[in-house]
């Protein structure tokens, strides 16, 4: 079984900051993808942001230069920093990691976690 548990959420200030934190445990290998997503009410889910094992990052572009995703492989885990948040950045941020079932597979499986909230207030 695969979980990612999310940290980090909350309730901040506009122009404030915050850094969400993802780890991922079980029985997931070869994580090749870890990225954040996020919906808003009456949204569809968006992608924010992703970085490869590599560490090469993808930003939407209401978040560059604002965002920084980053990751640590040996603690399969990514970190979304959040800086100069807007009211428009309020929403459940979730978690997502591509890995394989097993340490000699490359088949990727996409896993999510439960979702944290974050909340941008004006």
């Known amino acids: 079984q695969v979980q990612l548990v999310e940290s980090g959420g909350g309730l901040v200030q506009a122009g404030g900051s915050l850094t969400l934190s993802c780890a991922a445990s079980?029985?997931?290998?070869?994580?090749?993808?870890m990225g954040w997503y996020r919906q808003a009410p009456g949204n569809q889910r968006e992608l924010v942001a992703q970085?490869?094992?590599?560490?090469?990052?993808d930003y939407a572009n209401s978040v560059k230069g604002r965002f920084t995703i980053s990751r640590d492989n040996a603690k399969n885990t990514v970190y979304l920093h959040m800086t100069s948040l807007k009211p428009e950045d309020t929403a459940v941020y979730y978690c997502k990691a591509l890995g394989a079932r097993r340490q000699d597979s490359s088949v990727q499986f996409q896993y999510w976690g439960q979702g944290t909230q974050v909340t941008v207030s004006s």
């Open positions: 970085v490869t094992s590599g560490g090469s990052p």
């Open positions: 079980g029985s997931i290998f070869n994580i090749n993808t």
